[in-house]
């Protein structure tokens, strides 16, 4: 919210693409902005659309919302430039990225280097992008998965955090990348001017 209030001018359209059940309709409006979610089947969506041939104006929107919705995609290509092409020159695109959403109705669930790639494929710039989730807490805490499993998930999660099931550090190595065991990304990119 602090990304859009800071660089969006007040009063400003906000689109969400995979709203859900539209948990960011109050906060939005109560910053002033104009806003509209999007969803391919929820019923609190103010519209029902498919990410890949969004019904709106090129150029019209300031932000884009994208809550883990990329997994969901057919084509991630497609969508994604569709959202390039709704978001005004210079605007931004905010979300989140699921990479470990087996049990979600995902088609392909994004790496780090996927979703750079089809953010650069689509005209979008990468400013910011950070791990939310490793894969064993998104595991962890993800509805699919058994539910005497979740626990175990999760202490592994902070054991891994803790660098404790790291072997390299042991003898010495440094600690692996967070973003290779990656369960879930956020990323802030802007629409190439």
């Not at 929820?42 to 041939?53: C, F, K, Q, Y």
């Not at 005004?88 to 979703?115: H, I």
């Amino acid at each position: 919210m602090s990304v859009i209030k800071d660089d969006v001018t007040p009063g400003g359209f906000v689109l969400e693409v995979g709203g859900g059940p539209a948990r960011y309709r109050a906060p939005i409006l109560g910053l002033g902005f104009r806003f509209l979610t999007t969803d391919y089947e929820s019923a609190a969506a103010d519209i029902l659309v498919d990410a890949h041939a969004l019904p709106f104006k090129t150029a019209c929107a300031d932000a884009l919302l994208m809550q883990s919705v990329s997994q969901a995609f057919e084509n991630p290509f497609v969508a994604f430039r569709e959202v390039a092409r709704v978001v005004k020159s210079g605007g931004l695109v905010l979300g989140t990225a699921d990479c470990c959403a087996v049990f979600a109705a995902s088609f392909y669930n994004m790496t780090p280097w996927g979703l750079l790639s089809v953010l650069q494929a689509s005209g979008l710039a990468l400013e910011r992008l950070w791990l939310t989730k490793d894969a064993l807490e998104f595991c962890g805490t993800n509805p699919g998965y058994p539910s005497v499993m979740k626990p175990i998930l999760r202490g592994l999660s902070r054991l891994a955090r803790l660098r404790v099931l790291t072997p390299r550090n042991f003898l010495g190595g440094r600690a692996s990348d967070p973003l290779v065991t990656a369960g879930s990304l956020a990323f802030i990119a802007r629409k190439v001017p």
